[in-house]
């Protein structure tokens, strides 16, 4: 649905451990589970229990789950990986290390999510607003990318009310 900004992107490589012969994908359905999931032949995963911390509803069928690039990859070629080598787009689409910038969630609320920023969109658990808002940013200012207007206007607006208590960690990306 992204189209040609998202096929910039090589994502779903081989993860931060190649010789597990899992994706980043699975590596990060493995790193969230609060129920590790059987892992079979091919990394095929099944079982488990996730928590999708946007809507608050737990999963325990691997298949209801997609890993939310935090910052999506048609934002974050408008706020400056455009300019990136293939190399660093695919190092963005991958970063695991980074517990902010891949994270599972149910895919309706990722679906609803699609490429929009926090002025548009926000997840549908109020209990996830702050955490969202400081790993939207984390990955923002851990990437380097740009924000706009509407963007910076929203997370002003909820850094000066709900969430000023909010602290947002972050390590530039190599």
Same mark, same amino acid.
């Not at 779903?12 to 129920?35: K, M, Q």
């Not at 892992?39 to 999708?52: F, H, M, N, Q």
């Given at each position: 649905?992204?189209?040609?900004?998202?096929?910039?992107?090589?994502?779903?490589?081989?993860?931060?451990?190649?010789?597990?012969?899992?994706?980043?994908?699975?590596?990060?359905?493995?790193?969230?589970?609060?129920?590790?999931?059987?892992?079979?032949?091919?990394?095929?995963?099944?079982?488990?229990?996730?928590?999708? $911390?946007?809507?608050?509803?737990?999963?325990?069928?691997?298949?209801? /789950?997609?890993?939310?690039?935090?910052?999506?990859?048609?934002? @974050?070629?408008?706020?400056?990986?455009?300019?990136?080598?293939?190399?660093?787009?695919?190092?963005?689409?991958?970063?695991?290390?980074?517990?902010?910038?891949?994270? @599972?969630?149910?895919?309706?609320?990722?679906?609803?999510?699609?490429?929009?920023?926090?002025?548009?969109?926000?997840?549908?658990?109020?209990?996830?607003?702050?955490?969202? /808002?400081?790993?939207?940013?984390?990955?923002?200012?851990?990437?380097?990318?740009?924000?706009?207007?509407?963007?910076?206007?929203?997370?002003?607006?909820?850094?000066?009310?709900?969430?000023?208590?909010?602290?947002?960690? $972050?390590?530039?990306?190599?």
């Amino acid at each position: 649905s992204c189209g040609i900004p998202c096929d910039q992107f090589k994502h779903w490589n081989s993860g931060l451990d190649p010789a597990d012969g899992c994706n980043t994908r699975a590596e990060v359905l493995l790193a969230e589970a609060s129920e590790a999931p059987t892992v079979s032949a091919g990394c095929k995963l099944t079982d488990g229990e996730w928590l999708s $911390y946007y809507d608050e509803q737990e999963v325990s069928d691997p298949a209801k /789950l997609d890993i939310d690039h935090m910052v999506p990859l048609a934002e @974050a070629w408008d706020s400056g990986a455009a300019a990136w080598s293939a190399a660093r787009r695919e190092a963005y689409a991958n970063d695991q290390d980074a517990a902010a910038s891949l994270v @599972a969630v149910t895919a309706r609320s990722n679906r609803s999510k699609a490429d929009q920023d926090p002025s548009a969109w926000m997840p549908p658990a109020p209990s996830a607003t702050c955490r969202y /808002l400081a790993e939207w940013t984390a990955t923002k200012l851990r990437w380097g990318l740009t924000a706009d207007q509407s963007e910076i206007d929203t997370l002003n607006v909820y850094a000066d009310g709900p969430c000023q208590m909010s602290v947002v960690h $972050y390590i530039p990306a190599p």
